[in-house]
């Protein structure tokens, strides 16, 4: 019988739908299990066979925990703000909304098709006001508490007023460490706006002054991850580092409660390395460098290695540090213009490699102890975000400072000599000579730091303190497509939107660009005023800022709603707030998150962030959201370049390309070749008709493209679209030649023959369970030989599960299909464990074959079968029963079982009354380890 696959991924997907079998119970009595993946943007292009690979491996291990009887959640819904959409609405002025409607109902259908378990009931999209409406009440939660150091906890920020209100600032610490002190008395005459002014500096949302890469041409603020050398990573547009009012999240508070949590979680530890080192919690000392000729003027700088100052030989400021104008002498002002403008064209990541890139001020400081003049310089790659912006350079002691001195000749003092961690003497590495003797001679690395803390400390040139390389992420973006930030400004104050008047909606626009003034999207709205007494939007021309103030025009960025959509899931029917507490009691958090490492430092950093702060108000009931996380491996795929000679329309083919030719290249898409690297040029003309009339220079009558294996992204144009192989060999052949790709963690190549052994071995497995046309398995007793193939299966694939070795459990049933196929089994009780088996890895065929061996409840519910030991050693004999001589079946028993429990068991097989037929038996003849025979 033929293996209709397109008819039975259809009909199982319908029932599956139909009957809600995915669907999870918040009041279970049966474990939980949470299984969650990364939540897709639903571009255009829609899904690649790239995408399902961490989808798929979810939901193997998903299905497997159902079978365990875990009440499993396995939702799934779509990131749907984002920048591509609003380019696409800038291009075609239709609104986002509209192309992400259609985006999603593609990669639904895509993802349907694919047999995923997905609990559908619990869909969410981040652009939906039903769910961003929970998004902007989070961020009034922010917005309205502060951090208290003491208790390491968030707070209400109305107990910080009245904090203030009764004691000053006088024992509250500011996340700041804002040394602007003040009585009880002073706060209460202070003006509104000054009030307001003060408690920014605690808010957990707060508006301050940052530097920011900012896009002109795209016209909005772009993440670190979203530049790429320079330039944005959609369109290639130039991004400049900018000063400007930003809404920002004052993460850098949860900064230890982040790094303790890593010890709690079971994480690639690549990943919890990062996010150590991003967040690059460090301790030191800040240092006071007077600059000379400008009194009372000095350069703040942090330091870990107090203990090297008598190494420093010159001072680097960063490109945006605020002293660079005021100490600049006339004679160098131009230059350090110039360069200051030219480092605003590098995100941070670039400018940490150019460590040699730096301009002189002109200035000099004087050392804290000895006094020595030491110059000041600018460079890119000191960071304003780390530390104080400033740093004292010790060359000898520091890769980037020694580069830095070697190329601008300055000084090389080694501070650590004649010994191991011995402090003895400053020596000028240049010279070779000592330059003076100090306090740390002689003492150990760990003396010679303290000694040093205490000596600073006590001429008063610093104070100690705890640094981190992060800094409080950035919030706001000058977009249309995104949450609407629910603030309006009072003159200039900010205050919430009323909770019960969200969702604030986004407002109606003619254009989703920047407006001339180089105002966001949003400042095209003509209704976008707040009226604050009646609680409403109304236009703008109303504005009197008496009772009708202007709202904020940014909007949040496509972080906001993607940090929390893990917390949605548990319970989306709920309308009165985001979180059903009952719900969350329950589920607690993710016990397994699938997704890329992409998001080490981003998404997930701000997930943990967040879940930490709700936990401080009580809506959810751990400390961590995301128990274990699993990395998927990128697929990788040949992607095809063409050559042409520079300014011209000529093409040359890839053997023919001289180097004294200026020549350009560009991606062509993969599926305009043939036969390999040969391009089809009549295929490549009707999909490029500006290339129409093109010349090409071919070789041997073919023309051949240049091939390079990148990572599967449709801007390389080497995407393979599952489509394509859902109608030629159907989903379940897809999961299965994923998953046999090689191991889940890993990069691997896409093998487009290897879908073909795939699609065999499954029709292998059809094959098992029929004969000639017709479905057939046999009831008789399984052999020895059957049962080993069977219980050696069951042991490799329960072993390989759980530890996500998806490749070797596959590798598992298919040895086990060839060597059944072989000795022809047709045994229900073979056949039948071996379905289960598979059911996670091809759902589909699974369900039909458990259907067609007359079962009526669903596979996915099944208890998985377990290994039998005695099946899997090989101290079983085969026992042959004859019957007068003649075979008539077998029985297996262990080497050494005493004949007596032999006989009594073979005397009451059933097979055994079916061959009597009721004759008396005269003898029974065991031969120990070989044969039994009954006379009659």
């Not at 530049?227 to 130039?238: A, L, Q």
């Not at 969200?502 to 003619?510: E, M, R, Y």
């Not at 095209?524 to 236009?539: D, L, P």
């Not at 080497?718 to 394509?724: A, E, G, H, Q, S």
Request: proline share 5%; hydrophobic share 35%.
């Amino acid at each position: 019988m033929e293996y209709t696959f397109r008819e039975i991924e259809n009909r199982w997907q319908k029932r599956w739908e139909l009957y809600k079998i995915f669907k999870a119970d918040n009041h279970s009595k049966k474990p939980k299990y949470y299984v969650l993946d990364m939540f897709p943007y639903p571009s255009g292009a829609g899904l690649h066979v790239g995408h399902p690979l961490g989808y798929i491996a979810s939901d193997i291990y998903t299905r497997y925990k159902r079978s365990e009887n875990y009440n499993v959640l396995h939702p799934i819904g779509f990131d749907a703000f984002g920048l591509p959409s609003e380019q696409y609405a800038i291009q075609t002025g239709q609104h986002p909304s509209l192309t992400t409607k259609v985006n999603i109902q593609r990669y639904k259908k895509q993802l349907k098709r694919l047999g995923l378990s997905f609990d559908w009931s619990r869909e969410v999209c981040t652009s939906d006001p039903d769910y961003y409406r929970w998004t902007q009440w989070i961020f009034l939660q922010l917005y309205n508490s502060w951090y208290d150091i003491s208790l390491k906890r968030a707070r209400p920020i109305n107990e910080l007023i009245s904090i203030f209100e009764k004691e000053g600032n006088l024992v509250i610490r500011s996340p700041e460490e804002n040394r602007n002190k003040f009585t009880a008395k002073e706060w209460n005459s202070f003006p509104l706006s000054r009030k307001e002014e003060i408690l920014q500096k605690y808010r957990l949302a707060f508006r301050s002054e940052t530097t920011v890469n900012w896009c002109p041409h795209l016209g909005t603020v772009l993440a670190n991850d979203e530049v790429i050398e320079g330039k944005s990573e959609r369109g290639g547009y130039p991004v400049y580092q900018k000063k400007t009012i930003q809404w920002s999240i004052r993460i850098t508070s949860y900064a230890d409660r982040l790094l303790q949590g890593l010890e709690n979680i079971d994480w690639p530890e690549s990943i919890k390395e990062a996010q150590k080192q991003w967040i690059g919690k460090s301790f030191g000392l800040n240092l006071f460098f007077f600059v000379i000729d400008n009194p009372g003027t000095y350069i703040e700088i942090f330091t870990p290695r107090p203990e090297t100052i008598f190494g420093v030989s010159f001072i680097v400021l960063a490109p945006e540090h605020e002293l660079w104008e005021k100490i600049t002498i006339k004679k160098q002002i131009n230059e350090v213009k110039t360069y200051v403008e030219e480092s605003k064209k590098r995100n941070d990541r670039e400018r940490l490699t150019h460590a040699t890139s730096g301009v002189f001020t002109g200035a000099y400081v004087a050392h804290p102890f000895t006094n020595e003049r030491i110059p000041v310089y600018i460079s890119d790659y000191v960071l304003n975000s780390y530390g104080t912006g400033a740093i004292m350079a010790v060359p000898a002691h520091n890769t980037r400072d020694h580069m830095f001195a070697k190329k601008y000749g300055l000084k090389i003092i080694e501070v650590i000599s004649g010994g191991k961690d011995v402090y003895k003497k400053a020596y000028d590495i240049k010279k070779g000579e000592c330059i003076h003797s100090d306090f740390l001679n002689g003492l150990s690395a760990e003396e010679a730091l303290k000694k040093s803390i205490e000596k600073i400390e006590e001429k008063g040139l610093g104070y100690r303190t705890v640094n981190y390389r992060f800094r409080n992420a950035v919030f706001s973006r000058q977009r249309y497509w995104g949450e609407p930030i629910p603030i309006y400004y009072k003159k200039g104050v900010p205050f919430g939107i009323p909770e019960k008047k969200l969702p604030l909606l986004l407002p109606i626009v003619d254009k989703y660009m920047t407006t001339q003034e180089g105002k966001p999207p949003l400042g095209r709205a003509t209704h976008w005023a707040w009226y604050e007494k009646k609680q409403k939007i109304v236009s703008n021309k109303l504005i009197d800022e008496k009772t009708i103030f202007p709202l904020e025009t940014s909007t949040m960025p496509g972080w906001a709603g993607s940090s929390w959509y893990f917390l949605r899931y548990m319970n989306t029917d709920n309308d009165n707030s985001p979180i059903d507490t009952t719900s969350s009691s329950y589920w607690k958090n993710v016990d397994l998150y699938v997704g890329g490492k992409e998001h080490s430092t981003g998404h997930l950093i701000y997930s943990r962030f967040l879940h930490k702060f709700l936990k401080d108000f009580g809506w959810v009931s751990t400390e961590e959201p995301f128990k274990k996380l699993l990395n998927q491996g990128m697929v990788l795929e040949h992607s095809a370049m063409i050559t042409r000679i520079e300014g011209t329309q000529r093409f040359i083919s890839s053997g023919l390309i001289r180097n004294q030719e200026k020549t350009q290249q560009f991606y062509v898409d993969i599926h305009l070749l043939k036969n390999g690297d040969e391009l089809d040029i009549d295929k490549f003309k009707k999909y490029h008709p500006e290339f129409s009339k093109a010349e090409f220079s071919i070789e041997s009558g073919k023309f051949f493209c240049k091939r390079k294996i990148e990572k599967m992204s449709k801007s390389k144009f080497n995407v393979r679209n599952p489509d394509d192989i859902y109608e030629k060999y159907g989903a379940d052949t897809l999961r299965i030649h994923e998953m046999f790709l090689g191991p889940l963690n890993q990069t691997k190549l896409w093998n487009t023959r290897g879908i073909k052994g795939a699609h065999q071995f499954l029709k292998k497995f059809w094959r098992l369970f029929h004969s000639r046309e017709s479905f057939y398995v046999e009831e008789s007793s399984p052999s020895i030989k059957e049962l080993k193939i069977l219980h050696c299966t069951i042991k490799k694939i329960r072993e390989d599960i759980p530890n996500f070795s998806f490749n070797t459990s596959i590798s598992a049933l298919m040895i086990a299909t060839n060597k059944l196929s072989e000795i022809q089994c047709k045994s229900r009780k073979i056949l039948e464990p071996l379905v289960i088996l598979l059911a996670p890895f091809a759902p589909h065929i699974s369900e039909e074959l458990w259907h067609r061996l007359n079962h009526k409840d669903f596979i996915c519910f099944v208890p998985m079968p377990k290994c039998e030991k005695q099946y899997i050693t090989d101290n079983i004999i085969e026992y042959p029963i004859t019957f007068n001589g003649k075979l008539r079946f077998k029985m297996n028993f262990p080497i050494g079982t005493p004949q007596k429990f032999i006989k009594k068991e073979v005397l009451r097989h059933p097979e055994t009354k079916k061959y009597l037929q009721g004759k008396k038996i005269k003898n029974t003849i065991i031969i120990q380890n070989k044969i039994i025979n009954i006379v009659v």
